[in-house]
């Protein structure tokens, strides 16, 4: 078989794993983004503590070293994650605190005026959150969780390193094998920069679709 | 595995802060030296430039770091005859890439000026130019300090990632010490710890730089 | 042509897309005169202003300044604007610049005059504003409204300029700063500077000015003597907004 033939083949492979990759860890920060805003700004004391714990922390973390901790490290102390299972973790509690931040943000810029308004027509506090704060929140928080998600994207390319065969680890062998690197990268590029264009795309959709006047 | 030659390591992991710090002001210097100009001219220029300028952002800034880092290291620097170390290779990455975001942020700064100073220079007899760099893009540097020390932090993270070509930055050493005593999770913590410190410290840095620039009675929405 | 016409403007057109700015608009200022235009909002006075100094581009029609002709495409632009002085509604002071710097920029970097040089030109401008010397290393967002339209006189005025063109100078001013920055105009009118001012303070334009200009839609529709126009308007309109104006000047 001929060079681009076999190397279509096998990034067709490594791209289908990565969108199996972001597919299941796209939703799971965007839910972890939102139970960590929230716990931020309603949490008790301790809820509180934890939760600005954890997103300051992968936050503040590399994800490359987080991805490395949580398959090398975490083996250190007997438990072991498949490299596929360890990279949607780490991209899920990385994702999801850069998420609260946007979700802690929109709550605080609702809250301001609107707690009151919602008190006075005698809602509760958990009645506000879930009729008034919770769906506005979903659309200010939007743009930056989109924003987030197409670093997602992009940093899906760092789970190469504790293994995962995902489009960049098929590149990278065939740049061993072959060592045509300007070709394969810049295939690599192209697709990366593709699923970027669609992502935007449907982001911009949404936003418009979503628009409040 | 092997607790005690671990310690023994420690300061070898340390050093690579230095090499990490290599990455990060070369490659925010670099991004500056690029992201300034291109700023500038996307700003003021017609849209033929801008359009042109904009793909070089958008590629710059959508393509995954590692894949420029390949790219340039295996591909563009070999095929155009340069023999790049890994380090040098990497601050060139960065600062493309960081240009790329630096220009944005500082076409962000320009066009929050009000035209109204612009006009004023004008009035007095200044150029474009001359209007440019000394009204318009004084206030605009100050603007942007906080969007910058946003992008040394993003760099600090992202010069870990030039451990895939072998720069001996600290994660390099994180992984050569984890190779050398079986022990993962350690060395991986020391590495992290002491990149989220260098950020903890850049950004006070910048802060600082932020607090002493400070335009007395103006108030700004940042 | 009169020898001592220091400005002449002759049939300016200027339009925005489908509505028209300027439709036709001529007239003179004499060496020392002071030329003051009133009009409804809209009906192209500060659009007129703009075109002096080309801060707008005039569709068609030609401006003298002097001798030389500024809507001739050839000239320099810049050299001709740092002989005009112009004052903005809304100050447009540079935010980064201490009050003495922004009255020193312009001779620094336009005219080139050494530092000490322009020191001495800005003190004298912001003394002649009256300014308080205690501000002149505050910053402009330290400053109440009247202190930054007179740093902004100061500015323009530093660089000695043949005519001094005023827009709205009052309009974004609190009303207790509008009598400090009128006080100013006042003094240098008085002292020969050659100025035009566009303005909504009619009792002040009365007072102040050698010719009013009435404008409505782009057009001139009557000047004169504050005196001819008070006893014998001969427009509806220049009527309206005299008298309105008039009874409260008593």
Redesign the interface.
């Known amino acids: 078989m001929d060079f681009w033939s076999n190397f279509l083949i096998n990034l067709v492979q490594g791209l289908t794993t990565t969108l199996q990759i972001l597919v299941i860890s796209i939703p799971l920060s965007i839910i972890t983004g939102f139970i960590l805003g929230f716990a931020r700004v309603y949490g008790n004391k301790i809820i509180f503590y934890i939760s600005t714990g954890i997103s300051t922390t992968f936050r ?7 991805l ?2 949580l398959f ?6 007997k438990i072991y994650l498949s490299p596929f299972w360890a990279s949607i973790l780490g991209f899920t509690l990385c994702g999801g605190s850069y998420i609260s931040e946007y979700v802690k943000g929109a709550i605080q810029s609702i809250e301001q005026g609107q707690a009151e308004a919602a008190r006075a027509l005698g809602m509760n506090k958990l009645q506000e959150i879930i009729y008034i704060i919770l769906p506005q929140t979903l659309i200010r928080a939007l743009p930056g969780v989109s924003n987030e998600i ?1 670093y997602m994207i ?2 899906s ?2 789970s ?2 504790i293994g995962v065969k995902e489009i ?1 680890s098929v ?2 062998t065939f ?1 061993s094998l072959y ?1 045509r ?2 070709e ?3 295939t ?2 192209f697709v ?2 593709l699923l ?2 669609i992502a935007t795309l449907v982001f911009k959709i949404i936003e418009n679709k979503l628009k409040i006047t | 595995m092997n607790y005690i030659s671990l310690i023994e390591y420690l300061p070898y992991i340390f050093e690579g802060l230095l090499w990490s710090l290599a990455l990060v002001l070369g490659g925010l210097g670099i991004g500056f030296t690029i992201g300034l100009p291109i700023g500038t001219m996307i700003t003021y220029s017609d849209k033929y430039t801008k359009f042109i300028l904009n793909v070089y952002i958008w590629i710059f800034r959508s393509t995954p770091l590692i894949v420029l880092l390949f790219l340039f290291y295996w591909g563009v620097f070999p095929n155009i005859g340069l023999k790049l170390s890994p380090l040098i290779t990497s601050i060139i990455v960065l600062g493309l890439r960081s240009g790329a975001y630096q220009s944005e942020i500082f076409r962000g700064a320009l066009e929050s000026i009000d035209e109204g100073q612009i006009l004023a220079a004008y009035s007095l007899g200044m150029s474009k130019i001359q209007a440019i760099i000394s009204i318009t893009i004084p206030q605009a540097l100050r603007i942007s300090i906080p969007s910058l020390s946003n992008e040394y932090a993003i760099l600090l993270k992202d010069s870990a990632i030039c451990f895939t070509i072998g720069v001996l930055e600290v994660l390099t050493r994180a992984r050569i010490v984890s190779i050398a005593t079986g022990i993962a999770l350690i060395p991986y913590l020391i590495a992290g710890i002491i990149l989220m410190m260098m950020t903890y410290i850049g950004l006070k840095f910048f802060h600082t730089v932020y607090k002493k620039t400070v335009i007395p009675g103006l108030i700004e929405g940042i | 042509m009169i020898s001592d016409t220091i400005l002449n403007v002759v049939d300016l057109h200027k339009k925005y897309g489908d509505s028209i700015a300027l439709d036709g608009v001529s007239f003179r200022v004499r060496k020392g005169e002071t030329k003051v235009i009133i009009g409804p909002n809209g009906s192209g006075k500060t659009t007129l202003l703009k075109c002096l100094n080309l801060l707008v581009k005039p569709d068609k029609g030609r401006i003298w300044l002097g001798n030389i002709e500024i809507t001739d495409p050839r000239i320099n632009i810049n050299k001709i604007r740092r002989k005009i002085g112009f004052v903005f509604q809304d100050f447009n002071l540079f935010h980064h610049l201490t009050v003495l710097n922004n009255v020193m920029i312009g001779l620094v970097k336009v005219r080139k005059l050494k530092k000490h040089q322009a020191y001495k030109k800005a003190v004298d401008a912001l003394s002649t504003v009256g300014l308080d010397n205690t501000l002149y290393y505050k910053y402009p967002a330290q400053l109440s409204g009247g202190q930054k339209q007179r740093v902004a006189i100061a500015r323009a005025l530093a660089m000695d300029p043949v005519i001094m063109l005023y827009d709205e100078p009052t309009s974004s001013l609190d009303p207790q700063f509008v009598n400090e920055v009128l006080q100013v105009i006042r003094k240098l009118a008085k002292n020969g500077v050659t100025s035009i001012i566009v303005t909504h303070q009619i009792d002040f334009a009365l007072e102040i000015a050698d010719e009013i200009i009435v404008m409505h839609k782009g057009r001139i529709i009557e000047s004169g003597r504050p005196t001819e126009l008070l006893s014998n308007p001969q427009n509806i309109l220049t009527k309206k907004i005299l008298i309105r104006n008039f009874r409260t000047l008593r």
């Open positions: 503040g973390l590399p994800l490359i070293v987080t490395l901790i090398f490290g975490l083996a250190d102390l197409i992009q940093y390319s760092l190469f390193v960049f590149a990278k740049n060592f690197s300007i394969i990268f810049t690599v590029a990366y920069l970027i264009a």
